[in-house]
């Protein structure tokens, strides 16, 4: 029976509440595999040997989670990126916009519920310089991304992983599937959700709202915005290796010149890169001036 | 490290097909002379210039970055590209600075074909500038 | 890249022209290193047969499917070698150039070693690129064969009588009331000293023809737009659209006899510009005695609406409620002959307070025998006739705080006049104070011969300044020896230069044109493409290039003519396929990129996706920096492209 087994890395656990989801597939599954390691559904401690296929959910924040990774890579075959977070870096790698001390001194001294003492660190692992989408630490096999995942998504990669197929995730962006109506001009505005709530069977972005589905791939068939959501980039980029953010910011920025002007990098980035700030292009950026100062 | 005295930045400068690159071969006619650092991108219009080229400079190991378009007031050749430009630039400016890596590493300038001391006088402006700067913190990838 | 690229380098040594900084051969050898090249060699002028054949014989034998020529500028031989390249059954997009002459070997020729250096960058980077360039096909479009000539002085007239010998329509647009330009103001002209309102010998049988009359005015092939000027120019070669705007002339040409009967009733009188304010002409005038097209014009803003001309008028050819009209013009190529303006001298030498102080120009009226004062010099000041007369040349030009360039006639205009008053009048004393004296047409150093000969003073020096001192005008003079002296004058001519006509700036915005330094209209390059611009099936000849005389001004016009027939001649002109293209799984319909289309290139032909109209898609990219899902590329310059050239120039050895 092939073996497979999933990890947490820095999660929420949001990603393995997807997989018991799964329901009676999740047990259809079961029945055909040997589930070897997963914390919501089995009491292993130890990171096995011989695994055929790995889930890693999460991304890297501290050397534990290093260490676990190396690990799972070394024990398997083949190593799955499971949700966002493991794909690129998820919503906590908005952190890499700050340095670890200013985040501990905030975290732990600073917010308005915090009443000060001395900041936590016995037997607790060491925070990485920032957080880091698994692939680029280890080289992964397949991707599953979304903040949840989709659930044919999820079975359908751990079939295609199980056979050693490739899986082909949609190349298309979000406004592919979104049933609103497209009139082709862009709001001089730009709304907050809250703000002047009307004719909602138009496009969300040519209303003003900040919905990211053009730089976000499809497959989620535009869930939030059928809700009235704007898209908000669970799903990533459409391509792992593009920038989701920098290109929308950018025609944004034309088209509402006006309220753009309070401009700050650390509030505009949530907007544009929530889900995939650490392998943006100002990512990159980023992490070699850090490295650089390093050397120097 | 290497010693300060000895840095030789690298400067790329994207130049618009019509003026810019036109100045610059017009400097080379005149045999006018300005910092071999400074290595030209041509593109048809600054307007082409995307943010994401910038940042890509940098990562690749620019230590500054020239974008150089066409005279402003109706000088560009495609109406107003470089005007867009100077507009995309200006908001790129303002996220180097607010990743560390300053506002001065990025600059556009503005000339027509027929302006080969105005190209000249600007890289080499800008090209002093970037060497008293010293290199970029990002390095090379 | 989707194949496995076979890239050729060949580098030019160009003579010594790049040989002499960068080190060819080690460059040479540098590039066929690079991943990537299958094959480098060094040519010693890539661009002759020879060069170019061996660029054709490598891309058989070695089976190339990618060309990198190491060179000159890509504004000189693109073309050159996509032909090429193309003949030997490569498409011409999987070409590219990297010039290390115009941006390497002629700039740094001081710094050899870095110069090389900074070579193996910019091939690097264009090796890298062409890894990612893809075929792209053209397109054939008609030529609309018709031309549109806009300014109708000397040169414009002959543009236009020239096109339409070939066949072609031609509109001719003048913003002025009448056409001949500055060549009517100016008498006789130098060296025929045939009158200028009758410049060109045009008959078979060389019979003068004043004015063009039966060309312009009968010709069915030539439309003439007098008191029109072009608003917007839109379109390609081939295809313009050209709006023009024409204001009132209040007096109906086709009914208009030309009687003067509503000048003598029009009780408003202004100075006249044509005659350099020596006379003053009615609100409703002719511009001069033998104006095409020969009607009155009436000047709105002096006139006072009295309406006595519209009694006075025997056709009843004045109607004061005339207004402004557009026109659409579909032309095929455009032909600009704007001339230039008189270096206005306000300020210097007393220019404007002093009446004696005056230009070459109102000289020339004064000496026009059909001119206000019938051919006689006067002084402005008293109507008597001046015994001394001085010439202070390079007014307004070879000047550090006017304009640096030489206005390259002004010589002859004083030589013309002075020779003139000299022979007229062989008492009279005239000096001309001249920095350099420059005759450089045919038969011009006669002229100087002829004025030296006939007693004309040529001092060479500064003038400092002109006052006036009892009646008389002082000039005073720094000469070239060092001594200062003093030159009484009764009449002192300011020669002046030339400078680009008034608008000239506004004109080259609407019709996309490059300026020189100088401010006129620059050529495309002055030995390969002197008419040309950078706008192709644009074309300008005579002064609005740089000042010139006559004969040169009438050469380019028949230049021009010669350029503009190849495409209407030949009636297609093919377009490349290097446009935006958009991918339409990405394209999410914001039309964005619509918006910023400056050529209305872009239409949301179905909603949610956008379409590129290639024909009108001038290839400018701002569509794609626009895009916020980056569905819209630009071809030849997609992202991939342009990153790979970053890169490379980046990287380097």
Same mark, same amino acid.
């Given at each position: 029976m092939?073996?497979?087994?999933t990890v947490?890395l820095?999660?929420?656990?949001?990603?393995?509440i997807?997989l018991?989801?799964?329901?009676?597939?999740l047990?259809?599954?079961a029945?055909?595999?040997e589930?070897t390691?997963c914390?919501?559904?089995?009491?292993?401690k130890?990171?096995?040997k011989n695994?055929?296929v790995?889930?890693v959910?999460?991304a890297?924040?501290t050397d534990?989670d290093l260490?676990?990774?190396s690990k799972?890579?070394?024990n398997?075959k083949?190593?799955?990126?499971f949700g966002s977070?493991a794909?690129?870096g998820? %919503?906590?790698?908005?952190?890499?916009?700050?340095?670890?001390?200013?985040?501990i001194?905030?975290v732990?001294?600073?917010t308005?519920?915090t009443?000060?003492?001395? &900041?936590?660190s016995?037997?607790?692992?060491?925070? %990485?310089?920032r957080?880091?989408p698994?692939?680029?630490?280890?080289?992964i096999d397949?991707m599953?991304?979304?903040c949840i995942?989709?659930?044919?998504e999820?079975?359908?990669v751990i079939?295609?992983a199980?056979?050693?197929?490739?899986?082909?995730?949609?190349?298309?962006?979000?406004?592919?599937?979104c049933?609103?109506e497209?009139?082709?001009?862009l709001?001089?505005?730009?709304?907050?959700?809250?703000e002047?709530?009307?004719?909602?069977?138009?496009?969300?972005?040519?209303?003003?709202?900040?919905?990211?589905?053009?730089s976000t791939r499809?497959?989620?068939?535009?869930r939030?915005?059928?809700?009235?959501?704007?898209?908000?980039?669970?799903?990533g980029?459409?391509?792992?290796?593009?920038?989701q953010?920098?290109?929308m910011?950018?025609s944004?920025?034309?088209?509402?010149?006006?309220?753009?002007?309070?401009?700050?990098?650390?509030t505009?980035?949530?907007?544009?890169h +929530?889900?995939s700030f650490?392998s943006?292009?100002?990512q990159r950026?980023?992490?070699?001036l850090?490295?650089?100062?390093?050397?120097? | 490290m290497?010693?300060?005295n000895?840095?030789?930045?690298?400067?790329?400068?994207?130049c618009c097909?019509?003026c810019?690159?036109?100045a610059?071969?017009?400097?080379?006619i005149s045999?006018?002379d300005?910092?071999?650092?400074v290595?030209?991108?041509?593109?048809?219009?600054?307007?082409?210039?995307?943010?994401?080229?910038?940042?890509?400079?940098?990562e690749?190991?620019?230590d500054?970055v020239i974008?150089?378009?066409c005279?402003?007031?109706g000088?560009?050749?495609y109406?107003?590209g470089?005007?867009k430009?100077?507009?995309?630039v200006?908001g790129?400016?303002?996220?180097?600075?607010a990743?560390?890596?300053g506002?001065q590493?990025?600059?556009m300038y503005?000339?027509?074909?027929?302006?080969?001391d105005?190209?000249v006088?600007?890289?080499t402006q800008?090209t002093?500038?970037?060497r008293?700067?010293?290199p970029s913190?990002?390095g090379?990838? | 890249?989707?194949e496995?690229?076979?890239i050729?380098?060949f580098v030019?040594?160009?003579?010594?022209?790049?040989?002499?900084?960068?080190?060819v051969k080690?460059?040479?050898?540098?590039a066929?290193k690079?991943?990537?090249?299958?094959?480098?060699e060094?040519?010693q002028?890539?661009?002759s047969e020879?060069?170019?054949?061996?660029?054709?014989?490598?891309?058989k034998?070695?089976?190339?499917?990618r060309?990198?020529?190491?060179s000159c500028?890509?504004?000189l031989?693109e073309?050159?070698f996509? +032909?090429?390249?193309?003949?030997?059954g490569?498409?011409?997009f999987l070409?590219e150039?990297?010039n290390?002459?115009?941006h390497c070997?002629w700039?740094?020729m001081h710094?050899?070693?870095r110069a090389?250096?900074?070579?193996?960058?910019?091939?690097?980077?264009?090796v890298?690129?062409?890894?990612?360039?893809e075929e792209i096909g053209?397109r054939?479009?008609?030529?609309?064969p018709?031309s549109?000539?806009?300014?109708a002085? %000397?040169?414009g007239?002959?543009?236009?009588?020239?096109l339409?010998d070939c066949?072609?329509q031609?509109?001719?647009v003048?913003?002025?009331p009448?056409?001949g330009?500055?060549?009517v103001?100016?008498g006789?002209?130098f060296?025929?000293?045939?009158?200028?309102a009758?410049?060109?010998p045009?008959?078979p049988?060389?019979?003068r023809?004043c004015?063009?009359?039966?060309?312009?005015?009968h010709?069915p092939?030539?439309t003439?737009h &007098?008191?029109?000027?072009?608003?917007?120019?839109?379109?390609?070669i081939?295809?313009f659209k050209?709006?023009i705007?024409?204001k009132?002339r209040?007096v109906?040409?086709?009914?208009?006899?030309?009687?003067?009967?509503?000048e003598?009733?029009c009780?408003?009188?202004?100075?006249?510009g044509?005659d350099?304010?020596?006379?003053?002409?009615k609100?409703?005038y002719?511009p001069?005695?033998?104006?095409?097209?020969?009607?009155?014009?009436?000047?709105?803003?002096s006139c006072?609406?009295?309406?006595?001309?519209?009694?006075?008028c025997?056709?009843?050819?004045?109607?004061?409620?005339? &207004?402004?009209?557009t026109?659409?013009l579909?032309v095929g190529?455009?032909?600009?002959?704007v001339?230039?303006?008189?270096?206005?001298?306000?300020g210097?030498?007393?220019?404007g307070?002093l009446?004696d102080?005056?230009?070459q120009l109102?000289?020339a009226?004064?000496?026009?025998?059909?001119?206000p004062t019938?051919?006689?010099?006067?002084?402005p000041?008293n109507g008597r006739?001046p015994?001394?007369?001085?010439?202070?040349?390079?007014?307004g030009?070879?000047?550090?705080?006017?304009h640096?360039?030489?206005s390259k006639?002004?010589?002859?205009?004083a030589?013309k006049?002075a020779?003139?008053i000299?022979m007229m009048?062989p008492?009279?004393?005239v000096t001309?104070?001249y920095?350099d004296?420059?005759?450089?047409g045919?038969e011009?150093e006669?002229?100087?011969t002829?004025?030296q000969?006939?007693?004309?003073r040529?001092l060479q020096?500064?003038a +400092?300044e002109v006052?006036?001192?009892d009646?008389?005008?002082?000039?005073?003079?720094?000469?070239?020896?060092?001594?200062?002296t003093?030159?009484?004058s009764?009449?002192?001519v300011l020669?002046?230069?030339l400078?680009?006509p008034k608008?000239?700036?506004?004109?080259s915005?609407?019709?996309?044109?490059?300026?020189?330094p100088d401010?006129?209209l620059?050529?495309q390059?002055?030995?390969?493409?002197?008419?040309?611009?950078?706008?192709?099936g644009?074309?300008?000849?005579g002064a609005?290039?740089?000042p010139?005389?006559?004969?040169?001004?009438?050469?380019?016009a028949?230049g &021009?003519?010669?350029r503009?027939?190849?495409?209407?001649?030949?009636g297609?002109?093919?377009?490349?396929l290097?446009k935006?293209v958009?991918?339409?799984?990405?394209?999410i319909g914001c039309a964005n990129c619509?918006?910023?289309?400056p050529?209305?290139?872009i239409?949301?032909?179905r909603?949610?996706?956008?379409t590129?109209?290639?024909?009108?898609c001038k290839g400018?990219g701002?569509c794609?920096a626009e895009c916020?899902a980056?569905a819209?590329?630009?071809?030849?310059?997609?992202d991939?492209?342009i990153f790979?050239?970053?890169?490379g120039v980046l990287?380097g050895?």
């Open positions: 092939k073996r497979i087994a947490s820095m999660s929420d656990a949001g990603c393995h997807a018991a989801n799964l329901e009676e597939k047990l259809e599954l029945e055909n595999v589930i390691h914390q919501i559904l089995r009491d292993e130890k990171i096995p695994i055929d790995a889930l959910e999460g890297v924040r534990h260490e676990i990774l799972l890579r070394d398997s083949t190593l799955v990126a977070c794909c690129f998820g %919503v906590p790698s908005l952190c890499n916009l700050t340095n670890i001390n200013e985040l001194t905030y732990y001294h600073q308005a519920t009443s000060s003492g001395p &900041t936590p016995k037997n607790l692992p060491l925070l %990485v310089e957080v880091r698994i692939g680029e630490l280890v080289r397949y599953i991304p979304g995942p989709e659930e044919k999820i079975l359908g079939s295609a199980l056979e050693g197929v490739p899986f082909e995730l949609p190349r298309e962006n979000v406004c592919e599937e049933q609103k497209r009139k082709g001009s709001s001089k505005d730009i709304k907050r959700n809250y002047n709530l009307s004719d909602l069977s138009r496009c969300l972005l040519e209303l003003g709202y900040l919905c990211v589905g053009p499809a497959g989620c068939g535009a939030c915005p059928s809700f009235n959501i704007p898209c908000d980039g669970c799903r980029p459409i391509d792992a290796r593009w920038d953010g920098v290109s910011l950018d944004l920025a034309a088209v509402a010149k006006e309220r753009m002007r309070g401009f700050s990098l650390k505009h980035s949530a907007m544009f +929530r889900y650490a943006s292009a100002l950026l980023i992490s070699n850090d490295t650089r100062k390093e050397e120097m | 290497s010693n300060a000895d840095f030789e930045p690298s400067i790329v400068a994207f097909w019509w810019a690159y036109g610059a071969d017009l400097a080379g045999k006018l300005y910092p071999t650092n290595r030209i991108v041509r593109v048809p219009c600054t307007g082409r210039v995307d943010a994401l080229h910038i940042l890509r400079a940098f690749e190991g620019a500054g974008v150089a378009g005279l402003k007031d000088g560009c050749h109406v107003d470089n005007m430009a100077e507009r995309r200006t790129l400016k303002r996220s180097l600075e990743i560390g890596l506002d590493r990025l600059e503005f000339m027509s074909a027929g302006m080969p105005k190209f006088q600007s890289v800008f002093e500038g970037i008293k700067l010293g913190p990002i090379r990838k | 890249m989707t496995d690229v076979r050729g380098v030019c040594r160009c003579g010594m022209n790049i040989a002499k900084s960068v080190d080690a460059l040479t050898e540098f066929s690079l991943p990537g090249v299958t094959y480098a060094e040519n002028f890539t661009c020879s060069g170019q054949n061996s660029i054709k014989d490598a891309i034998t070695r089976k190339l499917n060309v990198v020529v190491a500028s890509p504004k031989h073309l050159t996509r +032909r090429a390249v193309s003949e030997a490569l498409n011409p070409f150039m990297a290390i002459r115009e070997s700039p740094h710094e050899p070693e090389t250096e900074k070579a193996k960058h910019i091939v690097a980077a264009a890298d690129r062409s890894k990612y360039l053209e054939e479009e008609p030529v609309n018709t549109l000539v806009i300014g002085g %000397v040169a007239i002959e543009s236009a009588i020239g339409a066949g072609f031609v509109h001719l003048e913003r002025e009448v056409i330009g500055k060549a103001q100016l006789k002209a060296p025929t000293e045939d009158c200028g009758c410049v060109s045009r008959a049988n060389l019979h023809r004015l063009y009359e039966e060309r312009i005015t010709d092939r030539i003439l &007098t008191l029109s000027q072009i608003k917007s120019l839109s379109g390609h081939g295809s050209a709006r705007e024409k009132p209040f109906r040409e086709d009914l208009c006899i030309a009687c003067g009967k509503c003598e009733v009780p408003v009188e202004v100075d006249n044509f350099a304010s020596l006379n003053r002409r609100a409703i002719l001069f005695v033998q104006a095409i097209p020969h009607a009155y014009v009436l000047d709105a803003e006072n609406r009295c309406g006595r001309c519209i009694e006075a025997p056709t009843r050819a004045i109607s004061l409620n005339e &207004t402004a009209k026109a659409d579909d190529t455009v032909i600009v002959a001339g230039y303006d008189e270096f206005d001298p306000k210097m030498y007393e220019y307070k009446k102080v005056i230009t109102k000289l009226r004064m000496m026009d025998a059909s001119g019938c051919g006689k010099i006067v002084r000041s006739s015994k001394r007369i001085s010439m202070i040349q390079c007014v030009s070879r000047d550090k705080d006017t640096l360039y030489c006639v002004c010589c002859m205009v030589l006049h020779r003139s000299k009048g008492e009279s004393e001309v104070l920095k004296i420059r005759p450089s045919r011009y006669e002229y100087y002829d004025c000969e006939l007693g004309v040529f020096g500064d +400092r006052s006036l001192n009646g008389a005008l002082h000039l005073s003079v720094d000469l070239k020896s060092g001594e200062r003093k030159v009484e009764d009449l002192v020669t002046c230069g400078t680009p608008g000239l700036e506004e004109l915005r609407t019709l996309n044109l490059s300026l020189s401010g006129f620059m050529e390059h002055p030995k390969l493409a002197p008419i040309d611009t950078n706008m192709e644009i074309y300008i000849c609005c290039q740089g010139k005389d006559i004969p040169e001004s009438i050469t380019q028949m &021009t003519v010669a503009a027939s190849i495409p209407m001649a030949t297609k002109v093919r377009i490349d290097a935006a958009v991918d339409e799984s990405l394209c619509a918006e910023a289309c050529y209305n290139a239409e949301m032909v909603p949610g996706v956008a590129v109209i290639e024909v009108a400018c701002v794609a916020p980056r819209i590329e630009l071809r030849h310059y997609k991939r492209q790979a050239a970053v890169e990287r050895a």
